[in-house]
């Protein structure tokens, strides 16, 4: 159990486009869910937390109007990087955390999006 | 601050044991991970400690807790080839509903 899918898992865009990334949780609700982006030989960044329902809380120094982030189920989350870059280009990838009692504290990760902007 | 350390790389023989070392700054540390990403994939969780506690066990893994001196180790016993991938040392400061902050990996290499 406890299965987080994202959707795609590669991704080639041009400058200018958006793209939008899925991030779902296949067999259990998520109250939150997060967005992490992994540079080469760096530790995951934090992005945003988004719970279902509400706006998305950004981590500082992230463009909330740049990378829009809409949780609208409890097992959905989604991110669009809008008129994207190459500086844009990343492994993104979710987590997200169960609402079930007693697994609040296990988060579980999706497989993550390689995003190629060209 | 907030702040996660881990040694960058580890290299060891096939059949030996690992130990990954992590430290971290926040006292207020409530759960401690051990995440293991193999390339091009996402992160698995491997095991998790609360800080109420100094060592957890789950068959080759073994998480050893020193609070006083904010230190996680993992260790890997019987490494195998297989177990070679990256592994994030990660804490999370409150009781449910923020995110993890992670270190930024040990690269575990096992040759045989």
């Known amino acids: 159990g406890a299965v987080v899918s994202q959707h795609p898992s590669r991704v080639i865009c041009k400058s200018g486009t958006s ?12 109250t939150t869910m997060f967005w992490y982006r992994q540079f ?3 530790s995951l960044m934090l992005m945003a937390t988004s719970n279902e329902g509400s706006k998305a809380t950004y981590e500082q120094g992230v463009e909330k109007d740049k990378f829009l982030i809409n949780h609208a189920s409890l097992t959905l989350s989604t991110l669009t990087v809008t008129s994207a870059h190459p500086e844009d280009s990343s492994f993104y990838i979710c987590s997200a955390r169960s609402r079930d009692r007693g697994l609040e504290y296990e988060q579980y990760f999706g497989p993550g999006t390689r995003l190629t902007v060209t | 601050g907030e702040d996660v350390e881990q040694s960058l790389f580890l290299s060891v023989r096939e059949g030996d044991s690992s130990v990954i070392n992590c430290t971290y700054t926040d006292s207020s540390s409530t759960y401690l991970y051990w995440y293991k990403q193999e390339p ?5 969780l491997l095991t998790y400690i ?34 070679s ?15 993890l902050i992670f270190g930024k990996g040990t690269t575990l290499s096992v040759s045989s």
């Open chain 2, 85 to 99: 991938a990256i592994y994030f040392c990660a804490e999370t400061l409150d009781q449910a509903g923020t995110a």
């Open chain 1, 19 to 30: 793209v939008k990334i899925e991030c779902r949780s296949l067999d259990f609700q998520a």
């Open chain 2, 50 to 83: 609360f800080s109420n506690m100094d060592m957890k066990q789950d068959q080759r893994l073994t998480v050893l807790l020193n609070k006083k001196d904010k230190h996680l180790s993992l260790r890997i016993a019987d490494t195998q080839t297989g177990d």
């Open chain 1, 40 to 42: 080469p030989k760096k």
């Open chain 2, 40 to 44: 091009g994939a996402g992160l698995q």
